[in-house]
């Protein structure tokens, strides 16, 4: 199976990677995108020492081209695409109330957070349909369902383009899992929880290894798994 997990990679804490250890772990090929050379070459290295099969292909998903070129590589190389994991995102206002955020961040969140899911998953899709088999994770967040919205958890408008983003995932992730039903393609989000990474915090209550786990379960469904649906610990959640 070929595996395709496209994230950001940063450091040494980060979930994409952790997500890419644990499915080459299952002894699937991995590939990892990333638009910095030098931080995915170092992650690759780093996970080809542990005698895991990974690859990196360096490609920015801001680019239509570049997704384009990376999915005719994944043919040439592989012939198919099982797994797409959506793990690139960005947040850029921590904290910063929607009464307050520039226009330019929340066009700058969205380009990655739901623009770049979008570009991916439409060039993946009509692979996967090739093989009448695929499992499309997007990582999510908590932040971003309406329960959240609406109650306020005490953040109020904060980090409103981030929140907004992962709403907009959200419903992306639904309106493709309606359109491939029926083709062996399961389309699902997951919230990892708050994770000891870069963007969670090293007091975060989750490990890495512990926030990847429930993506590592969707990539590998059985036929007879869940399609449309939202997840944290490996059980659905509101949207």
Same mark, same amino acid.
């Given at each position: 199976?070929?595996?395709?997990?496209?994230?950001?990679?940063?450091?040494?804490?980060?979930?994409? /990677?952790?997500?890419?250890?644990? &499915?080459?772990?299952?002894?699937?090929?991995?590939?990892?995108?990333s638009?910095?050379?030098?931080?995915?070459?170092l992650?690759?290295?780093?996970?080809?020492?542990?005698?895991?099969?990974?690859? @990196?292909?360096?490609?920015?998903?801001?680019?239509?081209?570049?997704?384009?070129?990376?999915?005719?590589?994944?043919?040439s190389?592989?012939?198919?695409?099982?797994?797409?994991?959506?793990?690139?995102?960005?947040? @850029?206002?921590?904290?910063?109330?929607?009464?307050?955020?520039?226009?330019?961040?929340?066009?700058?969140?969205?380009?990655?957070?739901f623009?770049?899911?979008?570009?991916?998953?439409?060039?993946?899709?009509?692979?996967?349909? &090739?093989?009448?088999?695929?499992?499309?994770?997007?990582?999510?967040?908590? &932040?971003?369902?309406?329960?959240?919205?609406?109650?306020?958890?005490? &953040?109020?408008?904060?980090?409103?383009?981030?929140?907004?983003? /992962?709403?907009?995932?959200?419903?992306?992730t639904? @309106?493709?899992?309606?359109?491939?039903?029926?083709?062996?393609? /399961?389309?699902?989000?997951?919230?990892?929880?708050?994770?000891?990474?870069?963007?969670?915090?090293?007091?975060?209550?989750?490990t890495v290894?512990?926030?990847?786990?429930?993506?590592?379960?969707?990539?590998?469904?059985?036929?007879?798994?869940?399609?449309?649906?939202?997840?944290?610990?490996?059980?659905?959640?509101?949207?």
């Amino acid at each position: 199976m070929c595996i395709l997990v496209n994230c950001h990679v940063k450091g040494n804490r980060g979930i994409g /990677k952790e997500i890419a250890r644990q &499915l080459a772990a299952n002894g699937l090929h991995v590939v990892i995108t990333s638009r910095d050379e030098e931080k995915g070459r170092l992650a690759v290295q780093e996970l080809l020492a542990d005698g895991l099969l990974v690859k @990196l292909y360096v490609a920015d998903v801001h680019e239509i081209n570049d997704v384009a070129r990376m999915m005719e590589r994944i043919q040439s190389d592989y012939g198919r695409l099982d797994v797409l994991v959506n793990n690139a995102g960005v947040i @850029l206002d921590r904290g910063v109330s929607v009464l307050d955020v520039e226009e330019s961040v929340m066009r700058a969140t969205l380009e990655t957070n739901f623009f770049g899911v979008l570009r991916m998953t439409q060039a993946a899709i009509p692979m996967m349909k &090739l093989h009448h088999y695929g499992r499309i994770v997007n990582i999510s967040s908590g &932040l971003g369902a309406f329960e959240v919205m609406q109650g306020g958890y005490g &953040l109020k408008g904060s980090s409103s383009a981030y929140r907004i983003s /992962k709403t907009m995932l959200n419903a992306l992730t639904c @309106l493709f899992s309606q359109e491939v039903a029926d083709t062996g393609i /399961k389309v699902n989000a997951v919230c990892p929880g708050r994770v000891q990474t870069d963007m969670g915090g090293a007091d975060a209550p989750l490990t890495v290894a512990e926030g990847a786990n429930t993506a590592v379960w969707l990539a590998t469904l059985e036929d007879d798994g869940a399609s449309g649906e939202y997840f944290r610990e490996r059980e659905r959640i509101a949207w």
